[in-house]
């Protein structure tokens, strides 16, 4: 098993829908949950971090779910600009116990229609 | 510009040669890692390090594959006797790790294409 996996998609929504992404991961001791956005043909980069309690960030929510080892990213009123490849990215705990590394995801591509 | 840097941005080699990417993170970020991304996959680790300590460095990385990072500042990645599959674009991200967390920037990366 992976240790981190997405919906495969692409998400063809139209402008204005709301679109819910998916995550799990393997390892239970993983520490840190983020989501990343990755447009084509550039880098990474931090879209939001990922709380215990959910956290949102204007017309995106993101939630964990320790017990489940499940992590979502919900976009609401989709926007053409939102078109990108969603990657969720979870922090092992590396040996010792100190912070790990950063394990992505293959990605969510969604793809915003008007 | 005080981004991350990567160089050289693209890399043509034959099968059988070494090659090596060079990555200047922010300035006194602590943090500094390689990734490798294929076409339709995510960034794939392959080692960080903190400060001039390298970490951890990915089991799937053959003994081909070596880097540094001198004095904790920049660091080069290395590939020796280069095969078709080691054709990527190579990522470097630079990060503070604090107390509150940690927030990676990317390079622009190194695409690698073997020959």
């Known amino acids: 098993r992976k240790e981190v996996e997405q919906d495969p998609g692409p998400f063809n929504v139209p402008e204005g829908a709301t679109v819910a992404f998916n995550c799990t991961y393997s390892n239970s001791a993983s520490q840190s949950f983020f989501w990343y956005r990755q447009d084509c043909r550039k880098e990474p980069k931090l879209l939001m971090s990922v709380y215990s309690s959910g956290n949102e960030d204007g017309r995106f929510t993101a939630q964990l779910n320790r017990a489940s080892q499940y992590i979502s990213l919900l976009i609401r009123d989709s926007k053409l600009s939102d078109s990108a490849t969603y990657l969720c990215v979870v922090r092992v705990r590396s040996y010792g116990g100190s912070q790990g590394n950063l394990i992505f995801g293959k990605g969510t591509k969604l793809s915003v229609k008007p | 510009d005080t981004g991350v840097s990567q160089d050289p941005r693209h890399k043509i080699t034959k099968r059988g040669q070494n090659v090596t990417f060079r990555c200047d993170p922010i300035?006194?970020?602590?943090?500094l890692y390689w990734y490798r991304q294929t076409l339709g996959q995510g960034p794939e680790f392959l080692t960080y390090f903190q400060n001039e300590a390298q970490l951890e460095k990915s089991r799937l990385l053959s003994d081909r594959f070596s880097a540094e990072r001198p004095k904790g500042s920049f660091s080069t990645l290395e590939i020796q006797r280069t095969e078709q599959g080691d054709s990527a674009m190579y990522l470097c991200?630079?990060?503070?790790?604090?107390?509150?967390?940690?927030?990676?920037?990317f390079g622009s990366g190194t695409q690698l294409s073997v020959l």
């Open positions: 300035s006194e970020h602590n943090r």
């Open positions: 991200a630079s990060s503070l790790l604090e107390q509150g967390g940690e927030k990676l920037f």
